[in-house]
């Protein structure tokens, strides 16, 4: 276990400055807080919450409630909050359940600011205790108040000395945020982390997790200067939506490292029963913490480790590792563990070889792992360490030391640490053995390289240093443009589902499923409906022999399990005869007639595209190898909708009929991009169509003559189900609504529309047409065009949170005829109320035309429809057209500041 030194700053803040700018700043920046509940009982909760916000001074002042003391541990009492007399910050709940809604009731009407609710015996007990967290969600909704818990051990701010927990042990202060979903498991982490001197900036027990969610937390302790990572024991989530959104956000400047029980049956039946909450399928949550680029670990330990690894060394550019050991087996146990985890062996190059050659003796292994044997001095031992570093071929090296007679580890350590000054790429180690190797280790972790008991920990730890990596790099390439989705897509759809609903149906044949893929421009079969013999017979003359007759039903989605399905008939008796089999299978009442089909004839490889709706995250896509043995083989991947062209070759990557699908024994591969494209145009169908519970095409027909779906179903939920019910994405569509169309009086026509993905390359001409001038009264400062258009920069301008922002671009068509940006206007939520800033800039020739005031108007209206209550907006003072624009449109200005002037709009 690595080593992870708890800050220096030993000292305690003896007073509470002001608040940071977080809405959950009453809970960990107190001035006062109530202990409701507060009692000299031995062994209560009570009284060791008291006992710990005491005995760790915070700055804050205290106030036992217990109605039936006059005191509390020689502290005065008081019978409840409003007789404080003073406003409170913090309420702590530690009373029996059926109190806390009326307890909270009264919290809320003395103003308090926030509670933690340590009481248990809510919905983890069933109905009644469901029935308690309803009238608690009712209480929160009359005010302010923001809620932690209930059934929870608190909270921890080691930096400033709160300790509102009833944990026996205190948090050393640090810059790791450890948020745990186990009170239990909190309380042990605490105890392990004072013996491993490991500190932490927050400790959040988060309970059920009524009010404040993963994404308040996430957002919190990302805007908190003293947290470089966050690490997560989850077991369920309540809202995915705000979870991502947080996450994608901060995972791109700080490590987000999880670890989530539940990947068999047996362990979500637990964790259901101990949050009192659905956990959902684990392939899910896999995805969604790829696409938000959290790391997922499989333990504790490793939870910690790679806090520390990722802290210290740099990302990798690959996966490939390289391993410089004085121990043969050491180096075996790292291969196994490498290549199990999903890492590479990196192949060293001749040049390095020869390096090696004159440096270690002739026995050396040749290869990588590379064995410089066990009686090599440590002058040789980093010397072959530097010049494996130096390979091209390899992104990472694992330095493996045990004590051997001619070892020498002290001095190794030093010659080591020399060479990690050089060496820009991830250096890690497991020098193995006791209180020697340990103090040469030390030597190491004192040079920022992290140290393991043991080889495969090591190995493991960089292998999911590349996993991270890989999911930023996802998170960062811009994805193609994948052409214009069909407009009338969703208008097409919902009347093919308003003849279902009407007659009360859930299930859609097969016929009405494919015109449902059409209407998204997806490949399907032509069919044509039969429901006679004589029917069946003329339809198959007309699309020419062989043909496929199926099932037509209402009610019958897997045909084929029940003789539904007939191929490769090649003429009239067997379309015939197919038929009346048919009919007499399904004599049931489920039988419609059938359709008639071509054979496709084509060979390729069968796949599987479907969407269905998980309890915790809405509609989830699967894609991999189809056909009858689907969930036999289970060869597939998952990924939350809506798709870039980027995150679908990503969805691809992570099944292995990818690689017969680039081409594999004289098999010519399949159009790869054409099937990013497929998928993106999938992905639009689940989000823009929330009727649909289910859809699924499979086999999904794919050869280098392109693709074709055989068969499709689609399942609609209940037509009870409201719409405003219905499960909406995790992620947040692209919100075509906000699309439309203006025109400037001298005749230039724009299209107004929110950003996109793919708009970088559009972006990078947009700062190209500024002249430094603007720039300078738009941003303040005179930025520079290289960082202006880098793509580090403009990726995340584009790529987008919709639900945290609405970027609005308006888009013109120059005298060639191409795509060019002329504006663009943001509006960004605040994560501490329910305000938004908007900001915009236009091109130099646009500007003067109207084109600004437009903008400026229509974002107004997307943030009254977004339910935004405040806009607000900053400008240089001596930009006098902008300041007039902004009063023209209803903003007031605040008296400006440093040359700055500040304006705010009231919307509610």
């Given at each position: 276990m690595p080593t992870l030194p708890a800050t220096d700053q030993r000292g305690r803040?003896?007073?509470?400055?002001?608040?940071?700018?977080?809405?959950?700043?009453?809970?960990?920046?107190?001035?006062?807080?109530?202990?409701?509940?507060?009692?000299?009982?031995?062994?209560?909760?009570?009284?060791?919450?008291?006992?710990?916000?005491?005995?760790?001074?915070?700055?804050?002042?205290?106030?036992?409630?217990?109605?039936?003391?006059?005191?509390?541990?020689?502290?005065?009492?008081?019978?409840?909050?409003?007789?404080?007399?003073?406003?409170?910050?913090?309420?702590?709940?530690?009373?029996?359940?059926?109190?806390?809604?009326?307890?909270?009731?009264?919290?809320?009407?003395?103003?308090?600011?926030?509670?933690?609710?340590?009481?248990?015996?809510?919905?983890?007990?069933?109905?009644?205790?469901?029935?308690?967290?309803?009238?608690?969600?009712?209480?929160?909704?009359?005010?302010?108040?923001?809620?932690?818990?209930?059934?929870?051990?608190?909270?921890?701010?080691?930096?400033?000395?709160?300790?509102?927990?009833?944990?026996?042990?205190?948090?050393?202060?640090?810059?790791?945020?450890?948020?745990?979903?186990?009170?239990?498991?909190?309380?042990?982490?605490?105890?392990?982390?004072?013996?491993?001197?490991?500190?932490?900036?927050?400790?959040?027990?988060?309970?059920?997790?009524?009010?404040?969610?993963?994404?308040?937390?996430?957002?919190?302790?990302?805007?908190?200067?003293?947290?470089?990572?966050?690490?997560?024991?989850?077991?369920?989530?309540?809202?995915?939506?705000?979870?991502?959104?947080?996450?994608?956000?901060?995972?791109?400047?700080?490590?987000?490292?999880?670890?989530?029980?539940?990947?068999?049956?047996?362990?979500?039946?637990?964790?259901?029963?101990?949050t009192g909450s659905m956990t959902g399928s684990d392939e899910v949550f896999e995805a969604a913490f790829r696409r938000a680029g959290i790391l997922r670990v499989a333990s504790i330990g490793e939870l910690f480790d790679m806090a520390e690894v990722l802290s210290k060394q740099p990302r990798p550019h690959g996966p490939r590792l390289a391993v410089v050991t004085n121990a043969g087996g050491g180096g075996v146990l790292a291969v196994d563990a490498l290549l199990a985890s999903g890492?590479?062996?990196?192949?060293?190059?001749?040049?390095?070889?020869?390096?090696?050659?004159?440096?270690?003796?002739?026995?050396?292994?040749?290869?990588?792992?590379?064995?410089?044997?066990?009686?090599?001095?440590?002058?040789?031992?980093?010397?072959?360490?530097?010049?494996?570093?130096?390979?091209?071929?390899?992104?990472?090296?694992?330095?493996?030391?045990?004590?051997?007679?001619?070892?020498?580890?002290?001095?190794?350590?030093?010659?080591?640490?020399?060479?990690?000054?050089?060496?820009?790429?991830?250096?890690?180690?497991?020098?193995?053995?006791?209180?020697?190797?340990?103090?040469?280790?030390?030597v190491l972790n004192e040079a920022r390289i992290p140290t393991f008991e043991y080889p495969d920990a090591a190995a493991r730890s960089f292998a999911y240093m590349w996993r991270y990596t890989s999911y930023l790099q996802a998170l960062y390439e811009t994805p193609v443009f994948a052409g214009d989705l069909p407009e009338d897509g969703p208008r097409r759809v919902a009347e093919i589902i308003a003849g279902a609903v009407a007659k009360n149906r859930t299930v859609l044949t097969e016929h009405e499923s494919k015109q449902v893929l059409a209407a998204y421009e997806l490949p399907v079969t032509p069919s044509k409906m039969a429901s006679s013999a004589d029917e069946a017979d003329a339809a198959a003359e007309k699309i020419g022999y062989p043909v496929v007759l199926k099932l037509n039903s209402e009610t019958v989605t897997h045909k084929s399990d029940r003789g539904g399905v007939h191929l490769n008939l090649k003429d009239a008796s067997a379309v015939r005869s197919a038929f009346e089999q048919i009919q007499s299978a399904f004599s049931d009442g489920s039988f419609q007639g059938v359709t008639v089909q071509p054979m496709v004839s084509i060979s390729g490889y069968e796949l599987i595209l479907g969407s269905s709706t998980d309890p915790q995250f809405g509609p989830v896509l699967v894609f991999g190898l189809g056909g009858q043995l689907v969930e036999v083989l289970r060869d597939n991947a998952h990924a939350l909708p809506p798709l870039t062209t980027i995150l679908a070759r990503r969805m691809m990557e992570n099944t292995r009929i990818l690689q017969a699908l680039k081409g594999v024994r004289g098999r010519k591969p399949v159009d790869l991009e054409k099937l990013e494209e497929l998928l993106v145009r999938f992905s639009e169908l689940v989000v823009e169509n929330p009727r649909i519970a289910d859809i699924e095409i499979n086999p999904l027909l794919a050869s280098e003559q392109g693709f074709i779906a055989l068969d499709a179903r689609v399942i609609l939920h209940p037509a009870t189900?409201?719409?405003?019910?219905?499960?909406?994405?995790?992620?947040?569509?692209?919100?075509?609504?906000?699309?439309?169309?203006?025109?400037?009086?001298?005749?230039?026509?724009?299209?107004?529309?929110?950003?996109?993905?793919?708009?970088?390359?559009?972006?990078?001409?947009?700062?190209?047409?500024?002249?430094?001038?603007?720039?300078?009264?738009?941003?303040?400062?005179?930025?520079?065009?290289?960082?202006?258009?880098?793509?580090?920069?403009?990726?995340?301008?584009?790529?987008?949170?919709?639900?945290?922002?609405?970027?609005?671009?308006?888009?013109?068509?120059?005298?060639?005829?191409?795509?060019?940006?002329?504006?663009?206007?943001?509006?960004?939520?605040?994560?501490?109320?329910?305000?938004?800033?908007?900001?915009?800039?236009?091109?130099?020739?646009?500007?003067?035309?109207?084109?600004?005031?437009?903008?400026?108007?229509?974002?107004?209206?997307?943030?009254?429809?977004?339910?935004?209550?405040?806009?607000?907006?900053?400008?240089l003072s001596d930009n006098f057209n902008m300041k007039d624009m902004f009063i023209k449109a209803g903003f007031h200005f605040a008296p400006p500041e440093d040359g700055v002037a500040t304006a705010e709009l009231q919307l509610k």
């Open positions: 803040e003896s007073t509470i400055p002001s608040w940071p700018p977080s809405p959950l700043a009453p809970i960990f920046h107190p001035r006062t807080v109530a202990v409701i509940g507060a009692t000299e009982k031995p062994a209560s909760v009570g009284r060791t919450i008291l006992r710990n916000l005491m005995e760790q001074p915070s700055g804050a002042t205290i106030y036992p409630i217990n109605p039936h003391r006059p005191n509390v541990l020689g502290i005065r009492c008081y019978p409840n909050v409003a007789s404080i007399g003073e406003q409170v910050d913090l309420a702590i709940v530690v009373t029996p359940a059926a109190t806390v809604p009326d307890v909270l009731q009264e919290c809320v009407a003395a103003g308090a600011r926030s509670a933690i609710v340590i009481s248990a015996g809510f919905a983890e007990l069933g109905a009644d205790g469901r029935a308690l967290e309803s009238k608690i969600r009712q209480v929160l909704a009359s005010g302010h108040l923001r809620l932690i818990g209930p059934n929870c051990v608190g909270v921890m701010n080691p930096r400033t000395g709160l300790n509102a927990t009833f944990a026996q042990s205190n948090a050393l202060p640090g810059n790791i945020a450890f948020l745990s979903q186990s009170g239990a498991l909190c309380t042990a982490v605490l105890d392990w982390s004072r013996r491993e001197n490991v500190g932490f900036s927050g400790v959040v027990s988060v309970g059920s997790m009524l009010d404040v969610s993963w994404g308040d937390l996430i957002y919190h302790y990302g805007d908190d200067a003293y947290t470089s990572s966050i690490l997560i024991y989850m077991e369920s989530i309540r809202d995915a939506r705000s979870f991502l959104s947080a996450a994608r956000e901060v995972s791109l400047r700080k490590p987000i490292i999880v670890i989530k029980p539940g990947r068999t049956e047996a362990a979500r039946k637990a964790a259901a029963s101990h890492g590479q062996l990196a192949t060293l190059s001749q040049d390095t070889q020869e390096k090696l050659n004159k440096l270690l003796p002739a026995a050396w292994s040749h290869s990588n792992p590379v064995d410089t044997l066990g009686d090599c001095l440590p002058e040789m031992y980093a010397k072959a360490l530097q010049a494996v570093a130096d390979d091209p071929n390899c992104d990472a090296v694992l330095s493996i030391l045990a004590p051997q007679g001619m070892t020498e580890p002290e001095q190794a350590a030093g010659l080591v640490r020399k060479a990690a000054e050089t060496i820009k790429k991830p250096l890690i180690a497991s020098w193995m053995g006791g209180s020697r190797m340990q103090l040469a280790a030390n189900m409201r719409d405003a019910e219905l499960p909406r994405p995790a992620i947040r569509p692209y919100p075509s609504q906000y699309i439309s169309n203006w025109q400037t009086q001298d005749g230039t026509s724009f299209m107004l529309r929110p950003i996109r993905p793919d708009d970088e390359p559009l972006m990078v001409d947009f700062h190209h047409q500024l002249s430094e001038t603007s720039v300078y009264m738009r941003f303040f400062l005179p930025l520079k065009l290289d960082f202006r258009v880098s793509h580090e920069r403009l990726f995340t301008k584009c790529f987008i949170d919709y639900d945290r922002e609405i970027g609005l671009v308006a888009e013109y068509a120059d005298e060639e005829g191409a795509r060019r940006i002329a504006g663009i206007a943001r509006l960004i939520r605040k994560h501490s109320d329910n305000s938004a800033e908007v900001a915009f800039l236009i091109a130099d020739k646009f500007q003067n035309r109207g084109l600004g005031t437009h903008m400026l108007d229509t974002t107004i209206k997307i943030a009254r429809k977004e339910g935004i209550a405040t806009l607000e907006g900053a400008t």
